[in-house]
Every structure is written in C-alpha cells, then in structure tokens.
C-alpha cells in the first residue's frame, strides 16, 4: 500500500516534466524570398499576346542569423543579394534588423525596421547605404518553433558618387525561420 502511495505521489512529477516549455527566446536562423512587382505599361484586357498586368522587376535573396530577445523583440544580422533586372543593378546589403511584434498571438503581426550598407563585393556591385521598413504576419507550425512569415517591405538604396544616387522599392516577402 505504501509503495502505491509513493507511486501516486510521483505520478504527476514524472508526467508534467516531460512537457517540453515554449521557447520565448534564443538564436534563430531565417531564409526569405522576395520580389518587386512592377506594373506592365503595355498590357491591355483581353489580349492574346501572353502579357502579365504585373511584372516582377526586382529579386532578393535573404540570409539572417539573429536572436529573439522574448515573444516580441528580434534582433537579425542579415546578408542579402539584390538584383534589379530593369535597371542591371546587383546590391549585396549586409544589415542589423530590429523586429517587433505588436500582436504575439497564435500569429504574430509585426513591424520591422533595418539599417545597413551595401558592400560593393566587385565592380558589379554598387556600394552605399540601405534603410528598410516592413510589415508582416509570423504564422506557427504545431510545435510554435519554426515559423512562415509574409508581408511588405519598403526599402532605399543610396548608392553611386556620394551616394546621391537612390533606388526605392516595395517588395513582397515570404520567409522560413528556424528556432
């Protein structure tokens, strides 16, 4: 009877320490896709010529590696390759993001911000600044770790002699993050 008794006492402990805690806070790493659309000026409704009312102009490839203070504040260093076809230019933008989410929910909807430079890697690559805001919603898998996040973001290059030269552009994003 005793050994029941200890056996009962013990039960819960055993049980509750298995539930895995959620994780509000550590390293992640992020792969994002984005693109820059583009109205087409010669498109016409009800043409045959296979023409799209939207054209993507600009393309970006993402890396960041960051750290998420708590359920709501992110920290990203973040490596990024920019081509923009219509014009030939290529970035390669290394920046610090700041993310914050203004609703922590079951889906996060956030706003971020990002400053950083455009490191001229060779004499394809244009050197200067780049300044970044975006919105965006963070949606969970089952186990609130690894997240899709799709949103807008503005950005603005400054780049060329004294960087006078600028380059502004709204881009559509979808991104994978690991926690």
Same mark, same amino acid.
């Given at each position: 009877?005793?050994?029941?008794?200890?056996?009962?006492?013990?039960?819960?402990?055993?049980?509750?320490?298995?539930?895995?805690?959620?994780?509000?806070?550590?390293?992640?790493?992020?792969?994002?896709?984005?693109?820059?659309?583009?109205?087409?000026?010669?498109?016409?409704?009800?043409?045959?010529?296979?023409?799209?009312?939207?054209?993507?102009?600009?393309?970006?490839?993402?890396?960041?590696?960051?750290?998420?203070?708590?359920?709501?504040?992110?920290?990203?260093?973040?490596?990024?390759?920019?081509?923009?076809?219509?014009?030939?230019?290529?970035?390669?933008?290394?920046?610090? =993001?700041? @993310?914050?989410?203004?609703?922590?929910?079951? /889906?996060?909807?956030?706003?971020?911000? $990002? #400053?950083? !430079?455009?490191? +001229?890697?060779?004499?394809?690559?244009?050197?200067?600044?780049?300044?970044?805001?975006?919105?965006?919603?963070?949606?969970?898998?089952? =186990?609130? @770790?690894?997240?899709?996040?799709?949103?807008? /973001?503005?950005?603005?290059?400054?780049? $060329? #002699?004294? !960087?006078?030269? +600028?380059?502004?552009?709204?881009?559509?994003?979808?991104?994978?993050?690991?926690?």
């Amino acid at each position: 009877m005793k050994q029941i008794y200890i056996l009962l006492l013990c039960l819960p402990f055993f049980c509750f320490s298995q539930i895995r805690k959620e994780k509000s806070h550590g390293l992640f790493y992020k792969l994002s896709l984005a693109a820059t659309l583009t109205i087409n000026k010669e498109y016409t409704i009800n043409n045959d010529d296979d023409e799209t009312f939207l054209n993507p102009s600009a393309y970006f490839l993402n890396n960041t590696i960051g750290y998420q203070f708590d359920k709501r504040t992110s920290l990203g260093l973040n490596f990024e390759y920019d081509y923009h076809s219509q014009q030939g230019l290529h970035f390669f933008p290394t920046y610090l =993001n700041l @993310r914050h989410n203004v609703i922590a929910d079951d /889906d996060n909807i956030f706003v971020r911000a $990002g #400053y950083g !430079t455009l490191l +001229g890697l060779n004499k394809n690559f244009e050197k200067g600044n780049v300044y970044k805001i975006g919105i965006g919603v963070q949606t969970f898998d089952q =186990n609130f @770790r690894n997240s899709f996040l799709i949103g807008i /973001d503005f950005t603005r290059k400054q780049f $060329g #002699y004294k !960087t006078i030269e +600028g380059l502004s552009s709204i881009s559509i994003f979808l991104e994978f993050m690991l926690f």
